[in-house]
């Protein structure tokens, strides 16, 4: 039996409706977005999916009108499920923190809507409220740091351009004997093809990595990386430009077309985060307890 629909608990999008000479709502939408069949816009209206400013479900023949603001919820049908589990570290009025584990989408994405850590939590806690403070790939296990609270998520997310809180991550990536460590990496990153890819490009450095050597075996290292920026792939890409691409990566050096293979995930953790606490001035100092195994 599918559970009825609770708007609480899931995330809408929001659009205002473009200009243009619609008799309803319903027929700009179709048009606005073709990818979405008429069918699936009447079932979404028909179970009280698309609302408006107010948050009150409308009906598909409300006249349309030009610049109206409208939510409705994405949905993926048939979403496939993702055999893996999250651990919720800590919870407060103010912050959750949760270990994600590989493949596990922080938000929703692209064909992943239900089966992220985000919608997980809502559901889970029953916090509507819940928004991630920053975010980590869907291939990066770890430590995602999460607001509760819409009062004081300002004075969290300012922490994160501020530079306030150190991100520790671990990766398994093959030895470089030949390199001094620890070391920085700063580059120019810029995005590539497709546009998912990142890439290093000639230019003032927009990305800085600290790396240092944590453990040796054999012909694989453990290493520890400290990201003073946060460009996306940014220590995929660094560790692959100082020639160590880390251990299972579907996108560096080459993106491979494949399955999720969940007994290869990328070998890249977001072990730890430390950062004084602006409400209480506390230094709040968590560690995923997840382990990268050779």
Known sequence: ?????????????????????????????????????????????????????????????????????????????????????????????????????????????????????????????????????????????????????????????????????????QAIAPALPGQAFPLVHRSRLAHGEPFFRMQEVPGQSNSETLAQVLEVNGELWRYGLSPITGKTHQLRVHMTALGASICNDPFYPTLRNEPDDYSRPLKLLAKGLRFEDPLSGQTRCFESRLILDW
Request: charged share 25%; with cysteine.
């Open 1 to 169: 039996m599918t559970a009825p629909f609770d708007p609480a608990h899931h995330q809408a999008s929001t659009v205002c409706l473009p200009p243009g000479d619609w008799s309803t709502v319903l027929d700009c939408l179709c048009d606005h977005f073709k990818a979405i069949g008429r069918e699936q816009w009447l079932d979404r209206f028909a179970r009280g999916r698309v609302l408006d400013a107010a948050g009150s479900a409308i009906a598909a023949d409300l006249p349309y009108r030009r610049g109206m603001r409208l939510h409705y919820f994405r949905e993926v049908p048939n979403e496939t499920p993702i055999p893996v589990h999250e651990t919720i570290l800590y919870q407060d009025e103010h912050l959750v923190v949760a270990d994600k584990p590989h493949f596990l989408p922080v938000t929703p994405t692209g064909e992943y809507v239900e089966q992220t850590l985000l919608r997980r939590l809502i559901r889970r806690l029953d916090n509507p409220h819940l928004v991630p403070l920053h975010r980590i790939d869907r291939h990066t296990a770890g430590l995602v740091l999460f607001s509760a609270n819409p009062q004081s998520r300002t004075a969290y997310q300012r922490l994160f351009p501020e530079r306030r809180i150190d991100k520790r991550y």
